[in-house]
């Protein structure tokens, strides 16, 4: 079964646009979720984690868990935004702790 | 701290040749994942170890690939007799102990490795 689902394979905005990454979780216990980024052949970076509550880069994610999401959102989408954004879902089940990735979601940010 | 060391940064193999992929955890972590990307897809599981354990290789190919992550040294992602379909970027990440759960991972820059 889907952990995380990112149903967005691309996404594309302009400049100065507000984006929202959508993402999708599943799982029975309490959940620790997280938004990686990859920049052009570049590695993964955490973005956010939502157990800080943090905002990086201008980006923010709030957990719903009746919803089950973790969107990231960010008011006004700049150039330097377009990478590959992945969310996560961090597993743990006995001494097994692992995260589990969506399909990632290309975001695209034009001029 | 120089963060996670995976080496080489390129590879490639012909059809049939043996890959090894090596990742240096970050100083103070135990974990060690293993995950493959391949072209315009996500990032896929392959095995969890810690040290002189797998934990979970429920991603692994059942033949040709195995891990491992010795008492000294990196760990090491072997892949025998490489095919055209191996070609994808192989990423390294680590982790400090299970008990600090809302950490996340640390990645490495990726081995990419082209089989011709």
């Known amino acids: 079964a889907q952990r995380v689902t990112q149903p967005e394979k691309l996404l594309s905005v302009f400049k100065g646009a507000p984006v929202e990454l959508k993402c999708n979780y599943s799982y029975s216990g309490s959940p620790e979720l997280f938004w990686y980024v990859q920049y052009s052949r570049q590695r993964l970076q955490l973005l956010l984690r939502h157990i800080s509550r943090e905002s990086i880069k201008g980006f923010t994610a709030d957990l719903n868990k009746g919803e089950t999401s973790f969107h990231l959102k960010k008011p006004f989408a700049q150039e330097e935004d377009s990478a590959m954004y992945y969310c996560?879902?961090?597993?743990?089940?006995?001494?097994?702790?692992?995260?589990?990735f969506g399909k990632g979601t290309l975001l695209t940010v034009n001029p | 701290n120089a963060g996670v060391m995976q080496n080489p940064r390129h590879l490639v193999r012909r059809r049939g040749q043996e890959a090894r992929l090596r990742c240096s955890p970050m100083?103070?972590?135990?974990?060690v994942y293993w995950y493959r990307q391949l072209p315009e897809e996500g990032l896929k599981f392959m095995v969890y170890l810690q040290k002189e354990n797998i934990i979970d290789e429920s991603g692994m190919p059942k033949e040709r690939f195995s891990a491992e992550f010795p008492k000294e040294g990196p760990s090491i992602l072997r892949i025998q007799q490489v095919v055209r379909g191996d070609s994808a970027a192989y990423f390294c990440a680590s982790s400090p102990n299970e008990g600090d759960r809302g950490y996340g991972y640390t990645f490495g820059s990726g081995t990419r490795l082209t089989v011709v």
């Open positions: 100083k103070g972590h135990s974990h």
């Open positions: 996560a879902l961090w597993e743990s089940g006995g001494s097994n702790y692992k995260l589990t």
